[in-house]
């Protein structure tokens, strides 16, 4: 039976870190993400649950800092209604910020026509691209009227769990077709810094985390025939071109999938080909399909009981 792994983020000084990855490596753990910036690095990590003990135990060695992030291997649509000023960037690239702490990838995606409540719309382009991800998280604004009978508009069309933020305190119930909605952040001319706002958006991470929950539970009772982790590790080894995208996540873990960031056109076939064990290679576990992003490559695997193979 394969170990379960728990998502953790560890922060501390980048002298020594490599400690940690050869213990991670050790324990059978995964490396989703690592970020170094002057002195400091932050590895976001999937761990052995027995074992996470061994990581704390070491981290607190190195004078570091480990934390559980809850939205590790999650790929998040933070949607707009529009790229304009009065919609983007404060709020909204504050949400995506916190959520980003969690452990989660975060898209940024501005919608082409929101610049007033009754032409908001979303073109199918869009809402392919939506569809890509784990969870969509609508930022509204600050009218309760907008948000209630004109914006949810743009949920049309969206399969993936949707996530709607605003300014006015409302019930999930008053927004259709939102499974969860979250008050107290709404359109602002500032970054969000009082402690009410913050506050609002610890809400918003915690509860984020609980539809993610249950979306991982959904996954346990059909598990996936091969974990995401592992498919990114084997990308890393068999395809050494990854090794030179600079586009920041060029490996995106999903909760079933992974988005690789190479030409679909110049490397599916190398994706589709790699070998995971004994004859059995990466199309046979799941699908790959060309990405809205950039035509990037997109994977989702398939469940066991769609495949019947036991890795």
């Given amino acids: 039976m394969a170990a379960v792994l728990e998502p953790y983020i560890y922060e501390g000084g980048i002298h020594r870190h490599t400690l940690i990855l050869e213990l991670l490596e ?13 002195t400091e690095v932050t590895l ?3 761990v052995p649950r027995d074992d996470v003990h061994l990581i704390e135990q070491l981290a607190k060695d190195l004078l570091g800092k480990i934390s559980r992030a809850p939205l590790t291997g999650t790929e998040i649509a933070v949607v707009s209604p529009t790229l304009a000023s009065h919609h983007l960037p404060h709020s909204a690239c504050d949400i995506a910020e916190f959520l980003r702490r969690g452990g989660a990838n975060t898209t940024m995606i501005g919608l082409a026509r929101g610049m007033g409540r009754r032409v908001a719309l979303s073109a199918d382009y869009e809402r392919r691209l939506i569809n890509e991800h784990d969870i969509a998280l609508f930022s509204f604004g600050t009218f309760r009227d907008c948000i209630i009978n004109k914006k949810p508009k743009l949920f049309e069309g969206i399969k993936i769990p949707i996530v709607a933020t605003g300014g006015p305190d409302l019930k999930t119930e008053e927004v259709p077709g939102a499974d969860m909605y979250i008050g107290n952040i709404g359109r602002v001319a500032h970054r969000l810094r009082h402690s009410d706002e913050l506050e609002g958006l610890d809400v918003m991470s915690e509860k984020v985390g609980m539809i993610v929950e249950k979306m991982r539970e959904d996954i346990a009772r059909d598990p996936l025939a091969v974990l995401p982790a592992r498919i990114m590790k084997e990308v890393q080894e ?3 071109e990854i090794e030179s995208v600079y586009t920041p996540a060029p490996l995106t873990l999903q909760l079933d999938g992974l988005r690789i960031k190479l030409p679909y056109a110049d ?3 190398k994706v589709e080909d790699m070998e995971l064990q004994d004859n059995i290679r990466l199309r046979d576990v799941a699908t790959i399909t060309p990405s809205k992003m950039k035509n990037y490559i997109l994977v989702k695997v398939k469940r066991k009981s769609e495949v019947g193979i036991e890795m």
């Fill in 44 to 46: 976001v990590m999937l």
């Fill in 267 to 269: 490397f599916h076939k």
């Fill in 238 to 240: 068999q395809i050494p």
């Fill in 26 to 38: 050790d324990l059978g753990g995964y490396l989703i993400q690592k970020t170094p910036a002057a």
